[in-house]
């Protein structure tokens, strides 16, 4: 059975938006489109049950790890993590580390909030929220230990490449969210993305590629969707690895 994404509103407005609206009214570009969407009854039933364990709602306050995780454990942040597979694998077998997953669309939401409630991990909280505005509101600066940024959109089109998440402003504000010695890892099928992404790095003085390009591929990571989609049209999956100069 499928339900209108309506559904889930009435229940917690907080998740209707995914972004607060400018004083102006103009909407800087965004790297992502919200389209409306059915879920499964089992998604909506997954927000009533495990929502208010483990999500967490915008807020302009600074987050208080030790308090949303009960230890002193390092920060890894997904952002827009797809359907979850990854960070569901990642959080099992890397549990020495805290997660915080950023995903604006509400079917991926959903159904990794149903698996985390279900397995209860609680090392993992999930945010439907846009990542700039957690980041400059709810992050404080040298905190975190990682980033993880799996299969972003590509935005292939020339005049839609300005949509694209790793850009110089991005990248910046990352790092300025990094622990000395923090990680940004990336990986995409798009060829040209993952070019563009090594140049954005080098621009930002306070990140280190150590590997001169692409890293080998961490064994770590499953594949996610987009992965098999990219490898099922035979597109080369790169990988990006950076980190904060100590």
């Known amino acids: 059975m499928q339900v209108k994404q309506e559904s889930i509103f009435k229940d917690i407005p907080e998740l ?14 965004k790297s992502y489109v919200l389209r409306t969407s059915y879920l499964k009854s089992f998604q ?11 999500g967490i709602p915008f807020e302009r306050k600074t987050l208080d790890y030790k308090e949303v995780y009960g230890n002193d454990n390092p920060l890894i942040i997904e952002i827009g ?14 549990n020495q580390f805290n997660y915080l997953g950023l995903e604006v669309f509400l079917s991926g ?18 945010m439907r929220f846009d990542a700039v505005e957690v980041l400059n509101a709810m992050i404080p600066d040298n905190s975190v230990a990682g980033f993880h940024i799996f299969f972003p959109d590509p935005w292939p089109k020339k005049r839609q490449q ?3 998440l790793i850009q110089v402003p991005f990248a910046t504000l990352l790092a300025s969210k990094l622990v000395k010695g923090g990680y940004i890892y990336c990986a995409t099928d798009w060829e040209e993305y993952a070019y563009q ?18 890293c080998p591929p961490v064994t770590w990571r499953d594949t996610t969707k987009f992965e ?19």
Do not use: C
Request: aromatic fraction near 10%; charged fraction near 35%.
């Open 16 to 29: 209707r938006w995914v972004e607060t609206k400018s004083e102006d009214s103009k909407r800087s570009i």
């Open 44 to 54: 909506l039933e997954a927000v009533k049950k495990y929502y208010a364990t483990y």
């Open 81 to 94: 993590f797809g359907m979850g597979t990854a960070t569901e694998r990642i959080a099992k077998e890397r």
């Open 109 to 126: 939401f959903t159904k990794l909030l149903d698996r985390v409630g279900t397995e209860q991990l609680d090392n993992v909280r999930l």
């Open 162 to 164: 300005k949509r694209r």
């Open 197 to 214: 992404m090594i140049e954005v790095f080098d621009q930002v003085p306070s990140l280190e590629n150590k590997f001169k390009g692409f």
């Open 228 to 246: 098999q989609k990219g490898l099922d049209k035979s597109h080369p999956i790169n990988e990006v690895w950076v980190e904060k100069r100590i």
